[in-house]
């Protein structure tokens, strides 16, 4: 019977020879990530009866969410997670100063097509860009695959979004997914997988692929994979030397649904406070005054996002009003800006740039707001009180519409910008 | 087991953030954030809240972020069941994981009003508007994620299971 990936993936997984959207199934792990949170799953994993995890070389914890610690209670918990790793004999700690795991994992060759990834995290689905069925879990959860190497997970149905025709300049695959969300809801995609394809998805690099397979969380989505190809296998390359299998949809798979989506006009999208589905275009949003601009995070902070931002900010200065915060999604893509030039740019702008990782997107430090005031972020969250008080209001937008705002000192759209 | 209590009811996408703020997950302790449940949301929820009562929500309830601490501190404050239209599929598992009953009839939510008299038969799958006299009948979990609501969650499940 035909299959689409996830079910592929799953199926292979799961030990059978082939699963349909619906089934339960118990299904082993590949690859467990987890963050800051190793504290919690860890206690929760104490409780448990195995005394050491199932196997340490599949178990990767990156510290990004409060990094460098930012309060003593941070410091005890990051503490704890390094003694833990060491009496687990856990390899793959990557500490504070590294990044964002969304972006170090892909980066230090841990994902590949076709693998089962859980992380405690919802932004897991990232790894969908990558062609891997990724998905975010709770703490207990996880510390039932430290306990086990699997899960149980419900199959699910597919959504498939066919995406054709060319974006314009500084319009960005941000704009895209957006735009997707505002149309099927912050629950459009609850409990599926979603396969992005088509012209537009194949063009765009990794880079772009990675922030559509972030953000699609926000409309539910349980995995967010793309099929992979020639540039996914150049990516690995020089990163990997297991093998994998380039896993793909057959022609004549089910999907629960398919939608038809031509970028060719399509403007640069903002989503407004405070829900993520609350999209409008941003020609609606013009003109709204922004205290804070956050360049950024697991969905944009990556090498592709800084050179469009530094594109627009090159020889401007930000407005006297903003704070412009900007954060290198790892340390990798920090090294690269630093040899791109545009460090020096937003430097020269009036920026302020913060180590790698999650930086301001959580509320808790680099950039918390006050009640009343207004960003405009190239992060993935919207919600009251997401990066502060919960009379702040939060919008979000692509690197290019962040840049435009900051340098105007109210949102604006970037396509204004191009001399 | 019958639960009884009155009705929270809030709306559609009650996200993770405003039901435990990011700030307190450093607190590993459940007593501890269940102090800050629901604060970014409805900061007097304590005032009227007594423990065993309902949360009544729209679609999409606990959407956002994978943190179990949501389920947890809802548990802890003592939050007898959550009846939403619909779950985001992290929060699910966590509430599950946690033993805090969760059920999804958007029949029964949209007969619910705020602080309406409930009781919830689980044996027999019924929810019960005592208030207006409805009764609207649950559709059954699978059994394994009855059971491990049933032992508290997946810890004393597995606990459970292993010494049987």
Same mark, same amino acid.
């Given at each position: 019977? @035909?299959?689409?990936?996830?079910?592929?993936?799953?199926?292979?997984?799961?030990?059978?020879?082939?699963?349909?959207?619906?089934?339960? &199934?118990?299904?082993?792990?590949?690859?467990?990530?987890?963050?800051?949170?190793?504290?919690?799953?860890?206690?929760? !994993?104490?409780?448990?009866?195995?005394?050491?995890?199932?196997?340490?070389?599949?178990? /990767? %914890?990156?510290?990004?969410?409060?990094?460098?610690?930012?309060?003593?209670?941070?410091?005890?918990?990051?503490?704890?997670?390094?003694?833990?790793?060491?009496?687990?004999?856990?390899?793959?700690? !990557?500490?504070? #100063?590294?990044?964002?795991?969304?972006?170090?994992?892909?980066?230090? #060759?841990?994902?590949?097509?076709?693998?089962?990834?859980?992380?405690?995290?919802?932004?897991?689905?990232?790894? #969908?860009?990558?062609?891997?069925?990724?998905?975010?879990?709770?703490?207990?959860?996880?510390?039932?695959?430290?306990?086990? $190497?699997?899960?149980?997970?419900? &199959?699910?149905?597919?959504?498939?979004?066919?995406?054709?025709?060319?974006?314009?300049?500084?319009?960005?695959?941000?704009?895209? %997914?957006?735009?997707? %969300?505002?149309?099927?809801?912050a629950d459009?995609?609850n409990?599926?997988? *979603?396969?992005?394809?088509?012209?537009?998805?194949?063009?765009?690099?990794?880079?772009?692929?990675?922030?559509?397979?972030?953000?699609?969380?926000?409309?539910g989505?349980?995995?967010?994979?793309?099929?992979?190809?020639?540039?996914?296998?150049?990516?690995?390359?020089?990163?990997?030397?297991?093998?994998?299998?380039?896993?793909?949809?057959?022609?004549?798979?089910?999907?629960?649904?398919? !939608?038809?989506?031509?970028?060719?006009?399509?403007?640069?999208?903002?989503?407004?406070?405070d829900k993520v589905d609350?999209?409008?275009? /941003?020609?609606?949003?013009?003109?709204?005054?922004?205290?804070?601009?956050?360049?950024?995070? *697991?969905?944009?902070?990556?090498?592709?996002?800084?050179?469009? @931002?530094?594109?627009?900010?090159? $020889?401007?200065?930000?407005?006297?009003?903003?704070?412009?915060?900007? &954060?290198?999604?790892?340390?990798? /893509?920090?090294?690269?800006?630093?040899? $791109?030039?545009?460090?020096?740019?937003?430097?020269?702008?009036?920026?302020?740039? /913060?180590?790698?990782? *999650? +930086?301001?997107?959580?509320?808790?430090?680099?950039?918390?707001?006050?009640?009343?005031?207004?960003?405009?972020?190239?992060?993935?969250r919207?919600f009251k009180g997401r990066?502060?008080?919960s +009379?702040?209001?939060?919008?979000? +937008?692509?690197?290019?519409?962040?840049?435009?705002?900051? &340098?105007?000192?109210?949102?604006?759209?970037?396509?204004?910008?191009?001399? | 087991?019958?639960?009884?209590?009155?009705?929270i009811k809030y709306g559609n996408d009650i996200n993770t953030d405003v039901i435990i703020p990011?700030?307190?997950?450093?607190?590993?302790?459940?007593?501890?954030?269940?102090?800050?449940t629901l604060e970014n949301l409805d900061?007097?929820f304590?005032?009227?809240?007594?423990?065993?009562?309902v949360i009544v929500a729209g679609r999409n309830f606990g959407c956002g972020s994978?943190r179990?601490?949501a389920a947890?501190c809802l548990?802890? =404050?003592?939050v007898?069941?959550i009846v939403a239209k619909s779950f985001a599929?992290i929060f699910y598992?966590n509430a599950?994981?946690?033993?805090?009953?969760v059920?999804?009839?958007?029949? =029964?939510v949209?007969?619910?009003?705020n602080?309406?008299?409930?009781?919830?038969?689980?044996?027999?799958?019924?929810?019960?508007?005592?208030?207006?006299?409805?009764?609207?009948?649950?559709?059954?979990?699978?059994?394994?994620?009855?059971?491990?609501?049933?032992?508290?969650?997946?810890?004393?499940?597995?606990?459970?299971?292993?010494?049987?």
């Amino acid at each position: 019977m @035909a299959s689409t990936i996830a079910e592929k993936i799953l199926a292979r997984a799961s030990g059978k020879k082939e699963v349909k959207a619906g089934e339960i &199934v118990d299904a082993n792990i590949d690859l467990a990530m987890s963050h800051d949170n190793t504290t919690l799953v860890s206690e929760i !994993f104490k409780e448990m009866d195995k005394k050491n995890v199932w196997n340490s070389q599949r178990i /990767v %914890i990156v510290l990004d969410h409060r990094t460098p610690a930012n309060t003593i209670k941070t410091a005890e918990n990051h503490k704890l997670i390094r003694e833990f790793v060491k009496k687990q004999n856990i390899k793959n700690l !990557f500490d504070v #100063g590294e990044g964002i795991c969304h972006q170090v994992l892909p980066e230090k #060759g841990f994902v590949h097509p076709g693998m089962l990834i859980v992380g405690t995290d919802s932004h897991t689905t990232t790894y #969908g860009a990558f062609g891997a069925f990724a998905t975010g879990i709770g703490a207990t959860d996880m510390a039932a695959v430290w306990s086990t $190497g699997k899960i149980w997970l419900k &199959v699910p149905k597919t959504l498939g979004f066919d995406i054709s025709g060319e974006l314009s300049k500084y319009v960005m695959s941000k704009d895209v %997914i957006l735009y997707l %969300i505002g149309k099927i809801g912050a629950d459009g995609a609850n409990y599926k997988a *979603c396969e992005f394809y088509g012209d537009t998805i194949e063009n765009m690099s990794i880079d772009s692929r990675m922030c559509i397979s972030n953000q699609a969380m926000e409309a539910g989505a349980k995995a967010a994979i793309i099929p992979p190809d020639k540039k996914i296998l150049d990516y690995l390359k020089l990163r990997t030397k297991e093998s994998f299998e380039m896993i793909h949809s057959d022609k004549d798979a089910e999907y629960e649904k398919t !939608f038809d989506f031509d970028v060719t006009d399509t403007e640069p999208q903002v989503a407004c406070p405070d829900k993520v589905d609350n999209v409008k275009p /941003v020609s609606k949003v013009t003109g709204v005054k922004i205290n804070q601009a956050v360049l950024g995070s *697991c969905t944009n902070g990556r090498l592709e996002d800084f050179a469009i @931002a530094s594109d627009i900010l090159k $020889g401007k200065t930000i407005s006297k009003n903003v704070r412009m915060i900007v &954060v290198p999604a790892s340390r990798s /893509v920090y090294l690269e800006a630093i040899k $791109g030039g545009y460090i020096e740019i937003f430097l020269k702008a009036g920026a302020i740039i /913060v180590n790698p990782g *999650c +930086g301001p997107c959580l509320g808790l430090h680099q950039g918390v707001l006050a009640d009343g005031e207004c960003v405009i972020s190239s992060t993935n969250r919207n919600f009251k009180g997401r990066m502060g008080a919960s +009379g702040a209001e939060i919008y979000l +937008g692509s690197p290019a519409t962040v840049a435009a705002s900051a &340098v105007k000192g109210e949102i604006k759209d970037p396509r204004d910008m191009i001399l | 087991m019958i639960l009884k209590g009155k009705a929270i009811k809030y709306g559609n996408d009650i996200n993770t953030d405003v039901i435990i703020p990011g700030r307190y997950l450093n607190f590993v302790k459940p007593e501890e954030l269940a102090l800050h449940t629901l604060e970014n949301l409805d900061p007097d929820f304590f005032k009227t809240f007594t423990k065993g009562d309902v949360i009544v929500a729209g679609r999409n309830f606990g959407c956002g972020s994978s943190r179990e601490q949501a389920a947890m501190c809802l548990k802890y =404050a003592g939050v007898g069941a959550i009846v939403a239209k619909s779950f985001a599929r992290i929060f699910y598992r966590n509430a599950i994981n946690q033993g805090l009953p969760v059920i999804e009839s958007s029949e =029964a939510v949209d007969a619910i009003e705020n602080k309406d008299e409930l009781s919830i038969d689980f044996d027999k799958g019924l929810i019960k508007n005592v208030t207006k006299n409805l009764r609207f009948t649950m559709q059954p979990a699978p059994e394994f994620l009855q059971e491990i609501i049933t032992a508290g969650g997946l810890v004393p499940w597995l606990h459970e299971k292993s010494h049987s």
